[in-house]
């Protein structure tokens, strides 16, 4: 079924996994600009979204608020997302191509063709939002949960999402990562 095509420029194998790969993607980023679009251009309710407009006077969103939440370092190897505070340090295990995503991203490395996390910030930067930070928010039966904070105009948009993608996201624009205090004391281990 799979194996070598033939394409203009001869014959090349084809992995199934890649071709996954470039699906998920490609659906990944559908959902994305849907999701912007239904909230902070058409307002319509979306799951998994929370937006909302803030009334500030000056133009400039109240964001949700840190209160409990520690800001984190980010460090990898492959398989492997270290989030460093102080001497703590949270474990992420996640797959290699995440920490690599992660580290290109650290790096700022581009590779011969953008990764999924590059084309969501060029979506993000080219709609005028920013990303205001990243929030690890839980855990849940061994496996963690992260929000995307938006924001535009006077609209802040939450977005639940996987931490490794939300993180890759982040480290591509400065923006900030932030772990819940209670989970960095019950989850994270003692470095130094």
């Known amino acids: 079924m799979f194996g070598k095509k033939k394409t203009l420029f001869g014959k090349r194998k084809t ?3 890649s071709i996954s790969n470039i699906l998920a993607a490609l659906v990944a980023i559908l959902i994305i600009v849907t999701l912007v679009n239904a909230y902070l251009v058409l307002n319509l309710p979306v799951r998994h979204v929370v937006a909302f407009p803030i009334e500030t006077g000056g133009g400039e ?3 949700p608020s840190l ?3 520690v800001e984190v370092g980010v460090t ?3 398989g492997v ?3 460093n505070s102080g001497c703590t340090q949270l474990t992420m295990v996640t797959d290699i191509i995440q920490t690599e995503s992660i580290q290109n991203g650290l790096d700022g490395k581009l590779g011969y063709r953008p990764s999924t996390h590059d084309i969501l910030w060029d979506i993000i ?3 005028s939002i920013r990303l205001s930070s990243v929030r690890v928010t839980r855990m849940q039966d061994g496996t963690y949960f992260a929000n995307l904070i938006l924001a535009r105009g006077n609209y802040v948009l939450t977005l639940d999402s996987r931490p490794s993608d939300a993180i890759a996201t982040a480290v591509r624009t ?3 990562i932030y772990v819940k205090t209670d989970l960095m004391e019950e989850y994270g281990e003692w470095t130094c």
């Open 15 to 17: 992995k199934p996994e």
């Open 125 to 127: 930067d080219s709609f």
């Open 67 to 69: 209160d409990d939440y």
């Open 61 to 63: 969103p109240v964001l």
């Open 81 to 83: 997302i270290y989030l």
């Open 174 to 176: 400065d923006s900030p």
């Open 76 to 78: 990898t190897e492959p």
